[in-house]
């Protein structure tokens, strides 16, 4: 095989940054180890993409090429695990159950064990069919709050069982929750499967999800806006106080560090972001009435500015 | 067998993972950690799953609920892969005459069609 990157990918010298992209991506989709199990001629040119493509989609290391600074060889990928070493072995627990329950191929082998059983061969017993149980979805729902300061909550299996379900903190919605052995006995002597715990997060009124931050809507009256000052505001930890600066418009968002949700595999948090939201009184009395109109007399300004009529 | 591993090492030791990414993957089921006493623990099944959904995100830029499907396409591939491996193997253990009739029943089916 060719040791030239364009060649590799099958592109001119000249090809641009979307084409290489594209070739990349043609010959990943036809060739990747784990799409093409078992073919090692799709692999070494799956492996020969990928670093020709290494090479070429940083535009500088594709100058030192071009340059002749750096060879094709010194891009070797590191040592890589696929998935299919993996995947074909009868532990994957992602064949049999996940998404497309009561569908996995391992109910071929079940019903056509099952059905010789039944009688085909004038019952004449053939050996019993072993295989791993059924995983059994469940679904939990759980509290903002619980999610995100983690939480142990209760299940009740069908059969009475109660199980304990440890909720990380900052666990996301839809999250899945493996139980080992808590699911559908097994065929046989085969061990029982899982209990798959899907978990479900409430919405909160006042606090809003977006990934590792947090963000709520903290309404503020006229004055505020004008003036600006402390204002207390919720947070998970509890009220502080934040400040408002003199001159605030709706819209403003004022970040709170470290005060969102835990990061996963960290201890470092998130932020909270505050929108600010002028909002006006119940009711506009004569009092302020008559202020705006003076003041609209030698003060008018035009926030519009700009925009198309 | 080898340990398991938690969310902070699981990161670590896959290339491009990070943990936005994660729970990105983790919303769409792309994998199910295990509870276990040290917290959710991840196997090498797991890395080696993340590290196949984070090159095809890479090249492909998919939705994670897509990315999801494809990737049960995949296990079910895999999945049929072995069973069959195991038929074969049954079938290899016949003796002959079963062995050669098998063979040529198997043959008509796949050949004879349309």
Excluded at chain 1, 14 to 39: F, M, Q, T, V, W
Excluded at chain 1, 176 to 200: M, N
Excluded at chain 2, 9 to 16: G, S
Excluded at chain 2, 36 to 52: C, I, P
Aim: contains cysteine; glycine residues 10%.
């Amino acid at each position: 095989m060719s040791d030239d990157p364009y060649s590799v990918l099958g592109v001119s010298k000249d090809a641009s940054a979307a084409e290489i992209k594209k070739a990349y991506r043609r010959i990943a989709k036809d060739c990747h180890p784990d799409l093409k199990p078992g073919d090692e001629k799709a692999e070494a040119r799956f492996k020969a993409a990928a670093a020709a493509y290494d090479l070429l989609k940083d535009p500088e290391t594709r100058a030192k090429f071009d340059r002749g600074e750096i060879d094709a060889s010194g891009q070797e990928r590191p040592q890589q695990q696929y998935y299919r070493e993996y995947a074909e072995t009868a532990g994957n627990p992602y064949r049999a159950g996940g998404g497309f329950e009561g569908d996995d191929m391992s109910d071929i082998f079940a019903q056509f064990f099952g059905n010789r059983r039944g009688g085909g061969f004038g019952g004449a017993r053939t050996h019993e069919f072993h295989a791993p149980g059924h995983d059994v979805n469940y679904s939990l729902q759980i509290s903002f709050l619980d999610a995100v300061f983690g939480a142990t909550q209760k299940l009740t299996l069908p059969n009475g069982d109660r199980v304990e379900v440890k909720i990380p903190a900052g666990i996301t919605d839809g999250q899945t929750i493996r139980l080992r052995g808590k699911g559908a006995p097994g065929y046989g002597e085969g061990p029982p499967g899982d209990a798959l715990v899907t978990i479900r997060v409430a919405e909160h009124p006042v606090f809003k999800r977006e990934g590792d931050d947090i963000r709520i809507t903290l309404p503020i009256t006229i004055d505020e806006a004008v003036l600006g000052g402390k204002v207390p505001a919720p947070t998970i930890d509890g009220r502080v106080n934040v400040t408002v600066p003199e001159g605030t418009s709706s819209g403003k968002t004022l970040r709170l560090r470290g005060k969102g949700v835990r990061k996963r595999g960290s201890d470092k948090r998130g932020d909270q972001l505050i929108e600010l939201s002028v909002v006006m009184p119940d009711k506009i009395d004569d009092e302020l009435k008559q202020f705006m109109q003076n003041w609209r007399k030698s003060h008018s300004y035009d926030p519009r500015k700009g925009m198309p009529a | 067998m080898t340990r398991s591993l938690t969310e902070a090492e699981l990161i670590e030791a896959v290339q491009n993972l990070t943990s936005e990414r994660l729970s990105r993957f983790l919303s769409a089921r792309i994998v199910i950690p295990r509870q276990s006493d040290r917290g959710l623990v991840y196997e090498r099944l797991d890395m080696a799953r993340l590290q196949l959904a984070c090159e095809l995100d890479d090249q492909y830029e998919m939705e994670p609920d897509a990315l999801s499907m494809v990737l049960s396409l995949i296990d079910q591939i895999h999945g049929l892969r072995a069973e069959l491996r195991e038929v074969l193997r049954a079938i290899d253990a016949q003796p002959d005459p079963v062995r050669s009739q098998l063979v040529e029943r198997i043959g008509t089916a796949r050949f004879r069609r349309g």
